[in-house]
């Protein structure tokens, strides 16, 4: 099945900071263009942008949006909802099912996240204290612990998110950058996934830097011998890429997983196309809810046992 992607046809070294601000993003004196800023679109805007541009475009984007498949843009097609300010990738919102600590919450909020397996992941490592590893388990459940830093930076309100085949949980991290994660402990693999978005961490200022620093999205595996640890994970600021870009066709077919169930990745898209879910932070299907996260291959393994060629998008139910 071919799907649309957004391509960076002819990269552009010019200094975006250096842009004049207007409504589409900032205008480029070198070139008398105006550079459309893809950061703050939704994947609908994106082509429907493309499409008018009738060839290629000026814009800012990022690799997330580069490796995101974009929805075809029908002239019949009538819904127009809302959605958030936020990076390309696939949707995540809803409730979650999961057990105790006061920090495990339920997310309100739509996060979008895309894995790149031709992405070097930031550094994780074992936190190196001289102490026997702290390791809690109530009943069935495992508690995963963590932090999250940057240099000095102790990063709050990051999403930590495990994912498994059938099920996912989810916490977010506290003021001094820990999280705890209750997973059930028949959950936890040789392999296991883990999410971390910065999608409602605050973009933090820094003295003599021109733009405020904020956090690319990343998936990580994690062993059984690291989860049983303590968790340091160092998070990779996000970068983004300026240049003239257009819409190109990729054979695309990715596995897909509702509710550990497979199911076409045509009938997916129809369904997410129907229900707006490119512009929205959930799909339905009579008047059933969905969540959705993408994986990229080497991170899908660790739930299939195989590689997919074009990555596993898992879809669970919002209970």
Same mark, same amino acid.
């Given at each position: ?58 814009? &800012? ?72 590893? &702290? ?10 612990? @963590? ?50 978005? %910065? ?20 998936? %990580? ?22 240049? =003239? ?32 879910? %490119? ?14 996260? %993408?994986? @990229?291959?080497?991170?899908? =393994? ?18």
């Amino acid at each position: 099945m071919k799907n649309k992607f957004l391509r960076l046809d002819k990269p552009c070294s010019e200094n975006w900071e250096n842009m004049t601000p207007n409504e589409k993003g900032r205008f480029c004196d070198s070139c008398s263009k105006s550079v459309i800023d893809f950061t703050k679109m939704t994947t609908e805007e994106i082509t429907q942008a493309l499409r008018e541009s009738k060839g290629s475009i000026c814009g &800012r984007t990022n690799q997330r949006q580069l490796n995101t498949p974009l929805m075809d843009v029908y002239e019949e097609s009538s819904f127009k909802l809302p959605y958030s300010r936020i990076a390309a990738g696939v949707m995540i919102a809803g409730s979650l099912a999961a057990v105790t600590p006061s920090n495990a919450e339920k997310p309100s909020f739509p996060i979008e996240m895309i894995d790149s397996d031709n992405a070097v992941d930031p550094p994780i490592q074992l936190e190196e204290n001289g102490e026997t590893p &702290r390791h809690w388990k109530y009943k069935d459940t495992t508690l995963i612990k @963590g932090k999250i830093q940057y240099d000095t930076i102790l990063v709050e309100n990051a999403i930590v998110i495990f994912l498994s085949k059938n099920e996912y949980y989810k916490t977010v991290t506290q003021k001094d950058g820990t999280f705890e994660l209750p997973v059930p402990t028949h959950l936890i693999d040789k392999d296991n996934v883990i999410l971390v978005s %910065y999608a409602k961490v605050s973009d933090i200022e820094i003295k003599g830097r021109p733009m405020p620093l904020s956090f690319r999205d990343q998936n %990580y595996l994690l062993s059984k011998e690291q989860i049983a640890e303590i968790v340091k994970i160092t998070p990779r600021p996000d970068s983004f890429l300026l240049g =003239a870009m257009t819409l190109h066709d990729v054979n695309y077919s990715p596995i897909v997983l509702r509710n550990g169930i497979e199911i076409p990745y045509k009938q997916f898209e129809k369904e997410r196309r129907n229900s707006g879910e %490119y512009c929205s932070s959930s799909s339905q299907k009579n008047n059933q809810s969905y969540i959705t996260f %993408y994986l @990229g291959r080497r991170k899908a =393994a660790a739930i299939l046992g195989r590689e997919p060629k074009d990555g596993l998008y898992l879809q669970y139910s919002v209970k």
